[in-house]
């Protein structure tokens, strides 16, 4: 990315944070010594930075008029060079970053003295973890902070960059377009591939290589491959069963583009034919995610599409004989309430029980106010499903959306979900 990217980001930051304060920002941190694992940057570092290295601190102090921007690198060592390759310079680092003042990390202690001892406000970026696990570094530098300036009033810096996150800037947009497109090779490779008797695996091994040969190393997350039954754990990764003949294999996949996510799910079966059963709950995904796009525009909230979502899997569910009437429930209160604690209104959740949308972006979900109104730049994803265990189905269909000012656009729509499409794909493999 242009490091104009990330000078605009930390301006529009600058614009929110009060007078006369601070905000501090740790990057991802490993210690020496380690095997290689790969390295995944702390987001809201990244996006105000575009440092792609552990162990980097950021500082922005907002005083009047003035502005400051320091960064704080570690120093080259170069006993270590052998094992670890040179560190960042402070030359590379004012190029990605755009900011000008760039020190060694010793020299933090000192530099950060001056500034929390002339504001008031310090903004952090706040993480929690379990109570019996071990603090963060974050947390830990935190309970520093707060100990030796106990003057400072600490504020949650999370809420400003949520806010920001979510509206995408045409170069993100491009990221995200471009991630869609890599995970659509994927996904039809996976289609001209898949065989009975086939592990889950394999069928991820086409994914990461249509993804990996387009040029990222990583992808958005850790692939889902789920033939059968797994489809209708909604987090299944261990993608090691054996594919049959006459199973649906759901796909919940995604590939990256400079650090930018695709997020998109699709379900086929194996044989290349949906059997009756299959289509019909098929088709009923299918249409309600349709319907759900049609009612994507600027304005709506995400509580709002869930809702409807709801509305429209119980009549589905109803459709396809997994609820009765009584657990639909009806539309306006009945005058009859004796029946109101056992009317078993909430019986979809047994076979639909997960949110039908989120924000992606340099996170797959990605930073977001659910309250929030959507707006012209936000993606989101649209993701109904219905998992039904004892029939060894699981459904779902994932497409990404960008919010237009007059509705939305669908950003995946080369990647096939009709039923005709898949079949035919399927259907010319050798
Ligand atoms: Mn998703």
């Given at each position: 990315m242009d490091k104009q990217f990330f000078i605009s980001n930390r301006k529009k930051l600058f614009k929110i944070m009060e007078d006369n304060s601070l905000a501090i920002f740790y990057a991802a941190r490993t210690g020496p010594g380690k095997l290689p694992v790969e390295f995944a940057q702390k987001r809201n570092f990244y996006y105000l930075s575009g440092i792609n290295v552990p162990n980097v601190i950021l500082i922005l102090y907002k005083k009047g008029k003035k502005n400051k921007e320091l960064l704080f690198i570690e120093r080259n060592i170069p006993e270590l060079e052998v094992w670890l390759g040179k560190k960042l310079s402070k030359n590379n680092t004012k190029e990605i970053s755009g900011i000008e003042t760039v020190y060694y990390s010793d020299e933090f202690e000192r530099h950060l003295h001056f500034y929390a001892t002339s504001t008031n406000i310090c903004y952090y970026d706040i993480e929690t973890s379990l109570i019996n696990s071990n603090l963060s570094y974050g947390l830990s530098q935190l309970n520093l902070i707060k100990e030796h300036y106990p003057i400072l009033r600490i504020e949650k810096v999370n809420p400003f960059l949520s806010k920001l996150r979510m509206k995408k800037s045409k170069e993100e947009i491009n990221n995200i377009k471009k991630a869609i497109s890599y995970t659509n090779y994927g996904i039809r490779s996976i289609l001209k591939h898949t065989?009975?008797?086939?592990?889950e695996y394999e069928l991820e091994a086409y994914f990461k290589f249509e993804c990996t040969k387009?040029?990222?190393?990583?992808?958005?997350?850790?692939p889902i491959v789920a033939s059968g039954e797994n489809a209708?754990?909604?987090?299944?990764?261990?993608?090691?069963s054996k594919i049959k003949k006459n199973d649906l294999v759901l796909l919940d996949v995604g590939a990256k583009c400079n650090e930018y996510n695709a997020d998109i799910s699709r379900t086929f079966p194996v044989s290349g034919k949906f059997s009756k059963r299959q289509k019909d709950v098929y088709k009923e995904v299918l249409q309600i995610q349709k319907k759900i796009i049609d009612s994507v525009k600027p304005g709506v909230t995400l509580k709002e599409l869930q809702d409807k979502t709801i509305e429209l899997m119980k009549e589905a569910l109803l459709k396809l004989k997994l609820i009765t009437k009584k657990s639909k429930g009806s539309p306006s209160p009945s005058?009859?309430?004796?029946g109101a604690a056992t009317?078993?209104?909430?019986?979809y959740k047994k076979y639909y029980m997960h949110g039908v949308s989120h924000h992606i972006g340099l996170d797959a979900h990605d930073l977001c106010d659910r309250e929030k109104k959507l707006t012209v730049g936000n993606v989101i994803t649209v993701e109904p499903g219905i998992y039904i265990k004892e029939e060894k189905i699981g459904v779902r269909i994932e497409d990404d959306i960008l919010i237009t000012k007059n509705g939305c656009e669908v950003?995946?729509?080369?990647?096939p979900k009709e039923i005709k499409e898949i079949e035919e794909i399927m259907a010319k493999k050798e």
């Open positions: 065989k009975p008797g086939m592990m387009r040029g990222e190393k990583q992808l958005a997350f850790s209708t754990i909604l987090h299944y990764e261990k993608n090691n005058p009859d309430i004796s009317d078993g209104k909430e019986d950003l995946s729509s080369m990647i």
